[in-house]
């Protein structure tokens, strides 16, 4: 009878486990691109100003998650898919930077935001980054809608280890006058981060391209240090072969 009543209950375990995971499953991309993507509005009182701001993390999971649903909703093929994800990748520069994309959707009063990169960090532990580089259109006055991406860097520019190393989570902070509607008020953007992994990314035939368009960049710089020191070499060997030159005149009877 026990061993019964332990087997009911294991077996109305396994279909609740078996449920779940098809309503996960079922989900799809679509509930893992929705963790990523963070909303905020903000509003002056009197709605005179209202701000509406989306920020979107870019996480593996996040790229993979999209890449899928593309590759879904086209019926694509394998190897339509991995040129997709090449082209998505590349355009996300993550082999070099945290890229976040960002938009603004602004009713009142126009933003003035420039310099961009003075108006927005990235908290990565307990340190502050400033962006590495971002879309230029966040410098113009700004009445209504605009997004782009926002670039931060992922590697210590000294040491070279990646930032995000036993980071538990990424904060992204804007200072409150961006707008009337945010003044007095945090705005801020918090992803949790310690379980994302960059470079399960660049596995793969995609991968693959993107490493060698990075060696080829490599190459190409190498190859321009090694012409600027050829040069160097030349002004050099050009200046013994007069200071020898002179010797001998000098030495000359």
């Not at 990169?117 to 590495?132: A, E, F, H, M, T």
């Not at 992803?191 to 660049?202: A, E, G, H, M, S």
Request: net charge neutral.
């Amino acid at each position: 009878m026990q061993v019964k009543r332990i087997l009911t209950i294991l077996s109305i375990c396994l279909f609740v486990i078996t449920i779940f995971s098809a309503i996960v499953f079922a989900a799809g991309p679509d509930s893992i691109i929705s963790r990523w993507e963070k909303k905020e509005s903000y509003s002056e009182a009197g709605d005179s100003a209202i701000l509406k701001i989306n920020a979107t993390y870019y996480a593996a999971e996040y790229v993979e998650a999209v890449v899928q649903r593309e590759a879904e909703k086209n019926l694509w093929t394998q190897d339509e898919m991995e040129n997709y994800k090449y082209d998505f990748l590349k355009s996300l520069q993550m082999d070099e930077y945290i890229p976040i994309h960002i938009a603004f959707d602004s009713f009142g009063p126009s933003l003035h935001m420039a310099p961009f990169d003075r108006q927005v960090s990235l908290w990565i532990g307990k340190k502050k980054y400033s962006p590495s580089d971002y879309d230029k259109r966040f410098n113009f006055k700004l009445m209504g809608k605009r997004d782009g991406l926002v670039y931060f860097p992922r590697y210590d520019e000294k040491t070279g280890k990646p930032l995000l190393e036993n980071v538990d989570s990424v904060r992204l902070v804007f200072k409150d006058g961006i707008s009337t509607a945010t003044m007095g008020k945090t705005v801020e953007f918090i992803w949790d981060v310690y379980r994302d992994d960059p470079t399960k990314l660049f596995e793969g035939k995609a991968a693959s391209q993107i490493e060698i368009d990075r060696l080829i960049k490599r190459i190409e710089k190498l190859n321009g240090q090694k012409t600027q020191l050829e040069a160097q070499l030349a002004e050099i060997q050009a200046e013994l072969d007069k200071i020898n030159q002179r010797i001998d005149e000098l030495r000359k009877p």
